[in-house]
């Protein structure tokens, strides 16, 4: 990690030198829908309950502050975004057949760095996307025997468009993907982990001030 973050310090401070820079702030929402392919059964003992993502789509927001740094039409845009999301899930007791909906909200520092074209007023872009989980998400399923369980950091993409006007606002639609199974994960007492094997995508849409 501190490899990385060492070498995109380099890579926008060599790029600083010679190409025009710009800071903003933006600020937009988003909406959510989670990928699960099979209904997952957690046993714990004699205890086990099914697990189903609610794929409708949930509504989130973002917001945060970003540079980007252009030469020649081509841009780099590295961005840090307090970010918001909600997935909920269907929980039921196999032994009693009771059935509960579950949502968890999770509150990350997303970091974006974009890579794009300028056309005119429209852009085009695609990057990496880091995801840091800054708070603690309530239990997906509330039994003694059961633990959730995440992964502090995630990574994805995202990869959109964006047009610029007046020389100071900025406006972006993107779509954002995950590289790896979500963080999502359930510990019986035994120590087993169960992996929800759901990802989670986004469509964000922003406005944002360029100074």
């Known amino acids: 990690m501190k490899e990385l973050f060492t070498i995109i310090i380099v890579a926008l ?100 760095v974009m890579v794009g074209l300028k056309l005119g007023p429209l852009r085009l872009n695609a990057g990496p996307a880091a995801s840091f989980l800054i708070n603690s998400p309530k239990e997906l399923i509330n039994h003694p025997d059961f633990e959730s369980r995440y992964s502090k950091m995630t990574v994805g993409y995202q990869a959109g468009l964006g047009v610029d006007m007046l020389n100071f606002l900025t406006f972006d639609l993107r779509y954002e993907g995950s590289l790896k199974k979500y963080q999502n994960q359930i510990e019986n007492l035994s120590g087993t982990r169960f992996n929800l094997d759901d990802r989670p995508n986004a469509f964000l849409l922003s406005v944002g001030l360029m100074f």
């Open 13 to 112: 401070v060599s790029f600083t030198a010679f190409s025009q820079v710009k800071f903003g702030l933006k600020a937009g929402a988003s909406t959510t829908s989670l990928s699960m392919p099979t209904i997952k059964t957690i046993t714990s003992g004699t205890t086990s309950f099914t697990v189903d993502a609610l794929s409708e789509a949930k509504y989130g927001f973002h917001a945060g502050v970003f540079v980007r740094l252009t030469l020649l039409g081509i841009y780099v845009q590295p961005e840090i975004l307090f970010t918001t999301r909600t997935n909920e899930y269907t929980v039921e007791n196999i032994q009693t057949s009771a059935e509960t909906i579950v949502k968890q909200n999770f509150n990350k520092i997303d970091v974006p």
